[in-house]
């Protein structure tokens, strides 16, 4: 039931954060009859959406499903994303006349702007009367004595506000330049709820010394390449940068890499490298593995790999006088390139925080609370987070409908 209408500071809902999960939560809720509040440190809503896809916006990904989440529940994400479908977006996008494509691997931009798809957001969240409160921070929530209602004070100084549910859609750690903070942490666990481990997700990886000089040296290459680490294994485009190395599958493999541990480097997918190098040493005996290697790969890349595989005695010999033990080694170098990063570039530049609010208290068909009624956790902030190439959008759509729509 909705609250009194009378009561000016009293609202059915209200929701800290008006990013993805928020606006989207707020809309739903709103255009069913609630009175919704929604409030924002920044300056304007949906800053990281602003930002997203080189400002086209990934909003989504047809292949969005379970299979592409990382929690430590794999299966929570499963309700909400079966209730509301990347088709369940695109179709209100389409009502909307927003000009989309697709890119690879399922990945949906707008033509022209993201800023169309927060116009959207907020177009829904006006059908539903929703009240913004932007450049508005929250000092302070606690649940009434009675557990009805939760009362907030708020920074612009207005009376403490009262809410029956309240709603946790303030994100992670990543950005932190666009003011993102550990905030949704912290009220969750004043409300008893565990965190778990946090850490930078689709983020660049860093290499020190002598890998860190190589690097810096190819920095601006790019090629196509398979990494892998841990359980993750992607093949999409590889960058060398001044501090290491990035590009989709780099970003992709980081949120399955745990420090300590190797990266492999297929530069070649779906080649065979020391065959190549074999049949040529018949068909062009004075040519040089450079020379082959770069059919291959970039110029500078495979000079890079050759002169630090073949030994200095075999140095600008040909194929014909270079024994199988070091094509073997050159193979190897360009088809399992085995890296210890020694970081990552961490929250500054990481698309996303894994980890995050323990979803073992959390209803997944509502994003509710079990050990505080009336409390919803929602986006990113949980601990669901999404391959690169608009899964992470997709969470906060599901996240949001299936919080707003819970009356």
Known sequence: MAADTHNDTHYDMAILGAGAAGMMCAGVAGQIGQRVLIIDHAKAPGEKIRISGGGRCNFTNINAGPHAFLSQNPHFCKSALSRYTAQDFIDMVERYGIQYHEKTLGQLFCDHTAKDIIQMLLDEMA???????????LEEVQKSPTGEAFTLRLSDGSAPITATKFVIACGGKSIPKMGATDLAYRIASQFGHEITE???????????????ARFKALAGLAAPAEISTGAGQFQEALLFTHRGLSGPAVLQASSYWREGQPVIVNLAPGDDILETLKDRRYAAPKQRPTTVLAERLPARLAADITAHTIPEAQTGLPLAEIPDTTLEALAEAVEAWRLTPSGTEGYRTAEVTLGGVSTDKLSSKTLESSLCPNLHIIGEAVDVTGWLGGYNFQWAWASGWACGASY
Not at 129 to 135: G, H, P, Q
Not at 202 to 212: A, I, Q, S
Request: net charge negative; proline share 4%; glycine share 20%.
């Open 127 to 137: 059908l539903g009367a929703v009240e913004l409160r932007l450049e508005t921070g």
């Open 198 to 212: 946090t850490r930078a997700g689709l983020v660049p990886f860093t290499f020190g010394d002598e890998l860190g």
